[in-house]
Nanobody
Framework: QVHVVESGGGLVQAGGSLRLSCAASGGTFSANTMGWFRQTPGKEREFVAAINWSGGRTSYADSVKGRFTISRDNAKNTVYLQMNSLKAEDTAVYYC???????????????????WGQGTQVTVSS
């Protein structure tokens, strides 16, 4: 079982940057695809980005392509989400999640991910 904890959220002005971190423990971190999702009140939790165990395969939602970058450090059991050129519509609670995929598959649906963190709030002021 993988336990994940997000950090790095906060308040930022539009056009600014934030880096989210997700620290994992338990299980085998390097065998998991790691994903970031976000959710606003009254809406479904939506996919943002994901990265496979080696870092060699990534996937992004169209709304964040070119602005967000996902990366991981398996030695530190940590995955990151660098968010640049932030917009007001990026405001949400951001969740980190783990999907056991030792063969490097990257999935983008919420139901694919077994383990979730508690989330970190990102607020972008316009």
């Amino acid at each position: 079982q993988v336990h994940v904890v997000e950090s790095g959220g906060g308040l930022v002005q539009a056009g600014g940057s934030l880096r989210l971190s997700c620290a994992a423990s338990g299980g085998t971190f390097s065998a998991n695809t790691m994903g970031w999702f976000r959710q606003t009140p009254g809406k479904e939790r939506e996919f943002v980005a994901a990265i496979n165990w080696s870092g060699g395969r990534t996937s992004y939602a169209d709304s964040v392509k070119g602005r967000f970058t996902i990366s991981r450090d398996n030695a530190k059991n940590t995955v990151y989400l660098q968010m640049n050129s932030l917009k007001a519509e990026d405001t949400a609670v951001y969740y980190c999640a783990a999907d056991y995929q030792p063969y490097g598959v990257v999935r983008t649906t919420r139901i694919s991910y077994e383990y979730w963190g508690q989330g970190t709030q990102v607020t972008v002021s316009s």
